[in-house]
């Protein structure tokens, strides 16, 4: 069966480090990724997409990499800051705009 | 730009009772997506409508529907409430309908079956 996987536990780094998010598929050939953050009460918000021709996307301190034969999307937070605290998700396309999200990563940056 | 719009932002239900719930899309916006979040389940899809239609359908009961109006807003309905229905009611938005649009969310209905 499909499965996106990402660590359900929660990442504590320390500000000003890099944080790494991983997110794992499997049954999947997704055309493109999508990676949102969630802050409590809220609602997801887009961050970044990447195509599976592309094997890596920059937009100012995140980074995201994508690898189609391991099956994996790596999130990176450069300098990270304690406002980057909340819930990473990455998200795969199905059909249309039917997005099968992963359970998220919540992630604590400490000052 | 405003941004998605949902309506009410919490709801408390009876079990038994139906629902239902708003969303006003980003003005120009065609396709708007329904998704269900729970802590056990995380977000899960419900259906997307575009330009009054429904293209796609999530694995969920015949008691949730949705419909879309002509300017776009969509409503969603769930009949005989359960608990389990019990969630945050996400509602996002698109420009194009394409496969590669992100999606714009708004903050949810908090729906509380009890």
């Known amino acids: 069966s499909q499965k996106i996987e990402q660590n359900s536990e929660a990442l504590n780094i320390q500000e000003g480090k890099t944080a790494t998010l991983t997110c794992n598929y499997t049954n999947y050939s997704p055309a493109y990724l999508q990676w949102y953050r969630q802050d409590p009460g809220r609602g997801p918000v887009f961050l970044l997409l990447i195509r599976e021709n592309e094997k890596e996307k920059r937009k100012e301190r995140l980074k995201v990499t994508f690898d189609t034969t391991l099956k994996q999307s790596l999130f990176h937070i450069t300098a990270s800051q304690p406002a980057d605290s909340a819930t990473y998700l990455c998200?795969?396309?199905?059909?249309?705009?039917?997005?099968?999200f992963g359970g998220g990563t919540r992630l604590m940056v400490k000052p | 730009k405003a941004g998605v719009t949902q309506t009410p932002r919490y709801l408390i239900k009876t079990r038994g009772q139906q629902v239902t719930l708003s969303c006003s899309p980003i003005s120009g916006h065609r396709s708007v997506s329904w998704y269900q979040q729970t802590p056990g389940q995380g977000l899960q899809f419900l259906f997307e409508?575009?330009?009054?239609?429904?293209?796609n359908k999530g694995n969920f009961p015949g008691r949730f529907s949705g419909r879309q109006f002509s300017n776009s807003r969509s409503e969603m309905n769930v009949s005989t409430l359960e608990l389990g229905d019990s969630a945050l009611y996400l509602c996002?938005?698109?420009?194009?309908?394409?496969?590669?649009?992100?999606?714009?969310f708004g903050n949810g209905t908090r729906l509380t079956v009890t």
């Open positions: 996002a938005s698109s420009n194009t309908g394409q496969e590669h649009s992100p999606l714009h």
């Open positions: 409508y575009f330009s009054e239609t429904q293209r």
């Open positions: 998200a795969l396309n199905n059909a249309g705009n039917m997005l099968t």
